[in-house]
């Protein structure tokens, strides 16, 4: 399914009218309040199929956005849609601001320090904790780098990340072998997709935490 990208789940009906809540793996409000196209794959299925969204409203305070859906039209219809998926095409995604970049983008490429060409790891997860954090896998003797996308299992969720400083709510651990990187341009002045790789200018003492 690498032609997909997850931009939500279902979590619940809304009223009696079909109505439904979604949890969204987007960072694109309009995915949820812009009609039009969507794809749907419910528990079970193997493949998504294309769904007509109709409208959407943000939920203030709880991080959900509530959406109607072509054909669904009270609590029974919505409900049988618990924990199904809201996909788009690969090809669908917003064009991004300079510095900007899609999480799933920079999962796999490899981490060098600028300043010797050192190769410190891949990155393996982006973490939000005020500013966004690159979770990079240190290389070992028993750790190959590759700088290839990672093959997932799911189709990707649709995460843009930029350089620029942000605020966010939500903050998680990372296991304590991994290094946690400040994705802002003074530390990462490099992202090179073509060359699969990812330059770093380290405070010193970040990469020896």
């Given at each position: 399914?690498?032609?997909?990208?997850e931009?939500?789940?279902?979590?619940?009906?809304?009223g009696?009218?079909?109505?439904?809540r979604v949890?969204p793996?987007?960072?694109?409000p309009?995915?949820?309040?812009?009609?039009?196209?969507?794809?749907?794959?419910?528990?079970?299925?193997?493949?998504?199929?294309?769904?007509e969204l109709?409208?959407?409203?943000?939920?203030p305070?709880?991080?959900l956005?509530?959406?109607?859906?072509?054909?669904?039209?009270?609590?029974?219809?919505?409900?049988?849609?618990r924990?199904?998926?809201?996909?788009?095409?690969?090809?669908?995604r917003?064009q991004?601001?300079e510095?900007?970049?899609?999480?799933?983008d920079?999962?796999?490429?490899?981490?060098?320090?600028?300043?010797?060409?050192?190769?410190?790891?891949?990155v393996?997860?982006?973490?939000?904790?005020?500013?966004?954090?690159l979770?990079?896998?240190k290389?070992?003797?028993?750790?190959p780098?590759?700088?290839?996308?990672v093959?997932?299992?799911?189709?990707?969720?649709e995460?843009?990340?930029?350089?620029?400083?942000?605020?966010?709510?939500?903050?998680?651990?990372?296991?304590p072998?991994?290094?946690?990187?400040?994705?802002?341009?003074?530390i990462?002045?490099?992202?090179?997709?073509?060359?699969?790789?990812?330059?770093?200018?380290p405070?010193?003492?970040?990469?020896?935490?």
């Amino acid at each position: 399914m690498s032609e997909w990208i997850e931009i939500g789940r279902i979590v619940a009906p809304q009223g009696l009218r079909g109505e439904l809540r979604v949890y969204p793996n987007s960072d694109f409000p309009e995915r949820f309040l812009e009609p039009g196209k969507r794809w749907l794959l419910q528990p079970g299925q193997v493949d998504p199929q294309d769904i007509e969204l109709l409208g959407g409203r943000y939920l203030p305070g709880k991080e959900l956005y509530v959406i109607e859906l072509a054909g669904i039209e009270n609590r029974e219809q919505a409900e049988a849609l618990r924990n199904s998926y809201l996909f788009v095409q690969r090809g669908d995604r917003p064009q991004l601001a300079e510095d900007e970049f899609y999480l799933p983008d920079l999962i796999g490429l490899t981490v060098i320090n600028q300043l010797n060409g050192e190769i410190i790891g891949k990155v393996v997860s982006m973490i939000s904790a005020g500013n966004d954090l690159l979770e990079v896998e240190k290389i070992s003797t028993n750790t190959p780098i590759i700088s290839e996308t990672v093959t997932q299992d799911k189709p990707p969720k649709e995460s843009g990340r930029s350089r620029r400083k942000k605020h966010h709510k939500k903050s998680k651990s990372s296991p304590p072998q991994n290094l946690l990187i400040p994705f802002v341009k003074e530390i990462v002045p490099v992202v090179d997709f073509e060359g699969g790789i990812i330059e770093i200018l380290p405070p010193l003492g970040l990469i020896d935490l």
